[in-house]
């Protein structure tokens, strides 16, 4: 299973967050961003809700959080 998209969702969330709140801290979007990762961490994926993620995705999903 492909779990891409999701990440590329999330991704583009957070560069549409990113131009939309240009005059706050860049902290205030990783905070989003990062809440949004921990939903999706937990199995609240975005390409089938009812299917939790494989536990080698979340760590994939951690150390992607840790390059932003």
């Given at each position: 299973?492909?779990?891409?998209?999701?990440?590329?969702?999330?991704?583009?969330?957070?560069?549409?967050?990113?131009?939309?709140?240009?005059?706050?801290?860049?902290?205030?979007?990783?905070?989003?961003?990062?809440a949004a990762?921990?939903?999706?961490?937990?199995?609240?994926?975005?390409?089938?809700?009812?299917?939790?993620?494989?536990?080698?995705?979340?760590?994939?999903?951690?150390?992607?959080?840790?390059?932003?």
């Amino acid at each position: 299973m492909d779990y891409q998209p999701a990440f590329a969702e999330l991704e583009y969330e957070h560069k549409k967050r990113k131009t939309r709140y240009r005059g706050l801290k860049k902290n205030t979007n990783r905070l989003a961003t990062l809440a949004a990762l921990a939903n999706l961490m937990m199995g609240d994926d975005f390409c089938c809700p009812h299917r939790a993620i494989a536990p080698e995705m979340r760590l994939q999903g951690a150390e992607w959080a840790e390059n932003r």
